[in-house]
């Protein structure tokens, strides 16, 4: 147990804190409620849960011997979530509700091109993964603690943008909401080229 808790407490600090994960679940959350969140929510994990997989099993190595890969996903995952922020927010102008919310396989692809999805999957795999046993069973072990401590954490944040539903009923209100969410997510995305 005592190997357990830094893995525990590495994947609750990288999925607690503020991500692109967890502001798109808050603007889910708000602008669609919890039923519209969930969809995203388990798409971030089997995204997490995969990219973890692939990682700890040897994807990692590509990355140390071309470091130009990781940059050029960086870079990818950094216009993706500036386009990101442009549709999120936008959501809810004039009080009409964006066409759809983020969808399970929309959330999941996504996970490949978030850069701080892949500097856990990265860590797990280079600092966490168990020494001494099969490579797929350890890679199992830190991609299902992984997810176990990351689902309550995705939750809350899109409980959190649920919460704050009533105080988004002003059109002017929520689209205020919508752009300051859309800007942390661009703020995110020009921190992850440095």
Request: aromatic share 8%.
């Amino acid at each position: 147990m005592t190997d357990l808790l830094p893995l525990i407490s590495y994947c609750l600090v990288m999925s607690a804190t503020p991500g692109p994960n967890n502001v798109m679940l808050a603007i889910t959350g708000a602008n669609f409620g919890a039923r519209g969140a969930a969809p995203a929510i388990l798409g971030i994990q089997a995204g997490m849960f995969v990219q973890t997989m692939l990682m700890c099993v040897g994807l990692g190595s590509v990355f140390v011997a071309y470091p130009w890969a990781q940059q050029g996903l960086r870079i990818a995952g950094s216009a993706y979530l500036a386009y990101l922020a442009w549709k999120l927010s936008g959501a809810s102008v004039a009080g009409t509700q964006a066409p759809k919310a983020v969808s399970f396989a929309q959330a999941t692809v996504f996970q490949s091109l978030n850069p701080k999805s892949w500097l856990k999957a990265i860590t797990v795999a280079s600092v966490f993964m168990p020494a001494g046993q099969n490579t797929v069973v350890s890679a199992l072990q830190v991609a299902v603690i992984g997810a176990l401590v990351g689902a309550p954490c995705n939750i809350t944040w899109a409980l959190f943008g649920v919460s704050i539903r009533r105080l988004l009923l002003d059109p002017k209100t929520r689209r205020i909401f919508n752009l300051t969410m859309g800007a942390t997510l661009l703020i995110l995305a020009v921190t992850f080229l440095r």
